[in-house]
């Protein structure tokens, strides 16, 4: 198995930008994809692939990777952006055994 | 619309067994693969399962190998989770999720609890 580890928690003023980071060894070979999710309802599907964002999600949010960190980036937070974010990955046997990182807390100050 | 119902969940006694579904609708069941993901009370997401679109192929997570079992019905447009001898630490959310190439979960369901607890 593989792990992915994220920041806790992060913080970011109105309207700035914040990048919420994943690292792991198996991003070396898989893209990441990124959950939000908002207390008591599922997570949504906010970036996958190399930066594709699925229909309805704002084009604040942009996804990046190097090496082996992936990176959510958004761009001009909004209030309603503040929310738990989760990488996710294959395991890096590459066998669509799905591993999530730790998520990260996001608050808009 | 793509929608994904999760059914099943419930309180039950460590050792015991339960099973969850999910309906799905709004797209091509039998096309796409599907997973179970769960969400302890407090904490992160945990992949538990996925299976190909034609069943033939499963994963599981270490923690719930052994003990549950995946399985769909193309035919009836649903996804199962056979869940045996059930620990505490099996309480979560159970979550069932569509595939989209290994790549990511593009739709998931509401969710169901599972509470396992004498």
């Known amino acids: 198995s593989s792990e992915l580890t994220q920041d806790p928690a992060v913080s970011v003023a109105l309207g700035q930008t914040v990048r919420i980071t994943c690292q792991g060894d198996?991003?070396?070979?898989?893209?990441a994809s990124w959950y939000q999710q908002k207390p008591g309802q599922a997570p949504v599907l906010v970036i996958y692939g190399k930066n594709n964002r699925p229909s309805g999600i704002p084009d604040r949010f942009s996804g990046s990777s190097s090496g082996n960190t992936a990176s959510l980036t958004i761009t001009g937070a909004q209030a309603e952006d503040e929310a738990d974010y989760y990488c996710?990955?294959?395991?890096?046997?590459?066998?669509?055994?799905?591993?999530f990182g730790g998520g990260t807390k996001l608050t808009v100050l | 619309e793509v929608q994904l119902v999760e059914s099943g969940g419930g309180l039950v006694q460590p050792g015991g067994s339960l099973r969850l579904s999910c309906a799905a609708s709004g797209f091509t069941f039998s096309s796409y693969e599907m997973n179970w993901v769960r969400q302890a009370p407090g904490k992160g997401l945990e992949w538990v399962s996925y299976i190909s679109s034609s069943g033939s192929t499963i994963y599981y997570a270490d923690s719930v190998k052994g003990r549950f079992t995946i399985s769909r019905d193309n035919a009836k447009n649903s996804l199962y989770l056979q869940m045996n001898s059930l620990r505490a630490e099996d309480t979560a959310v159970y979550y069932c999720?569509?595939?989209?190439?290994?790549?990511?979960?593009?739709?998931w369901g509401q969710g169901t609890l599972v509470t396992v607890s004498s």
């Open positions: 996710n990955s294959r395991d890096s046997s590459g066998n669509h055994q799905g591993v």
């Open positions: 198996s991003l070396r070979s898989y893209y």
């Open positions: 999720a569509r595939d989209i190439l290994g790549l990511a979960y593009d739709y």
